[in-house]
């Protein structure tokens, strides 16, 4: 594997590995192998076993995709988690790039976003057919977003209501924010073709600094990944146009079975 050192120029743009939880669940005891013991004594704190491998799932995940982006093993990339609870990842040779990670989880599946340059946040929801719509709109949506909402049939409500969650999610994950923020001072459109636009960020940062992917994974599960436009990682002032890549053209989606495939068929031999 080719590690990315600090003299070369990565590339930036974002990937996106999602695991289902019916596969980890094949893969649980060789992934457990790549959990350090404090991190497996929290894994176990959690009752239910589906906890448990979403858990596991995103800290596996994590280490094997780093491992993948940047050629350095899995078992050398530790997870560090800040006070407001956003990860990194670490690496012993201090002269490797470090990709910036965040973590999500929500019905059977589990997703992990990697990207060089950039501040990011991933999000995935369940769509809950049993929530009540109009009280969750009053503590999540501002009055544009509610408004913007209610021009719809009932289907296309709540998907809607969905859409706006899971962007505000990916974007207090990407700062740091999470629940601390006040999710409806985030104010965000969505058009027909699921093109994001920023209108307002809580602390009147300029919405231009951010870039966002809108999708929907299958019936049950919505993703969302916001960043800050990555910076340029060239030590180097010839950049070009070329270098820099959106989301919605250049992220990719991943499924993570490969990795664990080839992680735990490796361990065999």
């Not at 992990?112 to 719509?133: K, P, R, S």
């Not at 049939?153 to 706006?164: A, I, L, M, P, S």
Request: net charge negative; charged share 25%; aromatic share 8%.
């Amino acid at each position: 594997m080719t590690t990315h050192t600090k003299n070369m120029y990565p590339n930036p743009a974002a990937e996106i590995w999602i695991a289902r939880l019916d596969h980890l669940r094949i893969y649980r005891a060789c992934l457990q192998t790549l959990l350090t013991s404090a991190e497996q004594i929290r894994a176990q704190r959690y009752l239910q076993q589906d906890d448990r491998d979403r858990y596991l799932g995103g800290r596996a995940l994590v280490k094997l995709a780093a491992g993948k982006m940047t050629g350095v093993l899995p078992e050398e990339i530790s997870i560090i988690t800040a006070a407001t609870g956003k990860p990194s990842v670490s690496f012993v040779n201090d002269n490797i790039v470090v990709p910036a990670i965040s973590i999500s989880h929500a019905g059977q599946l589990v997703v992990v976003a990697l990207q060089y340059g950039a501040e990011l946040g991933v999000d995935v929801e369940l769509f809950n057919h049993d929530v009540n719509l109009d009280d969750l709109m009053g503590v999540v949506c501002s009055k544009e977003e509610i408004a913007e909402i209610n021009l719809a049939d009932d289907k296309t409500r709540r998907q809607k209501f969905y859409e706006f969650w899971v962007l505000k999610e990916a974007y207090l994950k990407a700062t740091g924010e999470g629940l601390s923020a006040d999710a409806r001072k985030l104010v965000f459109s969505v058009d027909a073709v699921s093109k994001v636009s920023l209108l307002q960020a809580p602390d009147n940062s300029s919405v231009r600094q951010w870039e966002f992917l809108l999708r929907q994974y299958d019936e049950k599960h919505l993703i969302a990944l916001a960043n800050q436009k990555p910076t340029s990682l060239k030590p180097s002032e010839k950049n070009t146009e070329k270098q820099v890549q959106t989301l919605q053209d250049n992220a990719s989606f991943k499924d993570a079975l490969s990795l664990f495939t080839e992680y735990c068929e490796n361990r065999k031999q």
